[in-house]
């Protein structure tokens, strides 16, 4: 794929000429990959409703006379083109040397790790195994007694 009009003929947005006597006009291709062409079309009815820009293109074309039909084909070759170009536009990706260091502190919007090791520990549970020893100890609890009487 070296231009978009080989990229709108992969995803069947290409016109091809439907003309016969002296009407001139075009149609999609029927070829080409059928995914990306539905892809291209839920697209356009998606922008047709909510983009501001592709509204009062629809407006313009629509007074000058063309279908919806037709205005839909238009915009599945623009959108084409514009996917082509994202594509295939190369992003300059900066060298590993520019990048900031992983754990620097100002960047990273985590908080600090807890202190889990033997002396930082504050006698609150830290763990599911801890958590259960403490919950099934034998010393009645004011939240668990009536549980512990039970057993």
Known sequence: MRTEASFAALCGAAPIPASSGRTNRHRLSRGGDRAANAALYRIALVRMGSDSRTREYAARQTAAGRTKKVIIRLLKRAIAREVFRCLTTTVNVPEIADLRPCGSPRTSPLPPPHDTSESGRTGSPTSNAELAVSTTSPTP????????DQQ
């Open 141 to 148: 609890t004011a939240t668990g007694s009536k549980l512990l």
